[in-house]
C-alpha cells in the first residue's frame, strides 16, 4: 500500500510564504508524475502544478511566477514553494502521485490547510 503524508500548511499574512511537502512511502517501483491541487469551499478541486519524473513543470495561471514545484526523487517527495499569497489562495491543497507498481495507479494525500488572511 502506498500512503501520502502532506505537510506545511497553516495560516499566513497576504504576501508570506508557505512551503507545503509530500512524502510517499510504501511498496512501489518509482513515481511518475507529481502535482498539487486545491478546492476551495463551494469550488471544484483545481490544478495548482505538476511536475513529470524528468522535471518539466507547469502550473495555473493564477499562480505563475509566485509557486514552485520541485521534487527530490531520492525522498520521494515533492515541494510547492508558495510566496507572495493572496487570500484567493485559500483552500485545501492536495498532493497526486501517480505510483508505478504491480498495479500502477495515482494517490491523494489528505489535504492540508492553507489560509492567507487579508
Known amino acids: 500500500q502506498v500512503q501520502l503524508v502532506e505537510s506545511g500548511g497553516g495560516l499566513v499574512q497576504a504576501g508570506g510564504s508557505l512551503r507545503l511537502s509530500c512524502l510517499a512511502s510504501g511498496s512501489f517501483f518509482s513515481i511518475n508524475a507529481m502535482g498539487w491541487y486545491r478546492q476551495a469551499p463551494g469550488k471544484q478541486r483545481e490544478l495548482v502544478a505538476a511536475i513529470t519524473g524528468g522535471g518539466s513543470t507547469n502550473y495555473a495561471d493564477s499562480v505563475k511566477g509566485r509557486f514552485t514545484i520541485s521534487r527530490d526523487n531520492a525522498k520521494n517527495t515533492v515541494y510547492l514553494q508558495m510566496n507572495s499569497l493572496k487570500p484567493e489562495d485559500t483552500a485545501v491543497y492536495y498532493c497526486?502521485?501517480?505510483?508505478?507498481?504491480?498495479?500502477?495507479?495515482?494517490?491523494w494525500g489528505q489535504g492540508t490547510q492553507v489560509t492567507v488572511s487579508s
Open positions: 497526486n502521485v501517480e505510483i508505478v507498481a504491480l498495479l500502477s495507479r495515482d494517490y
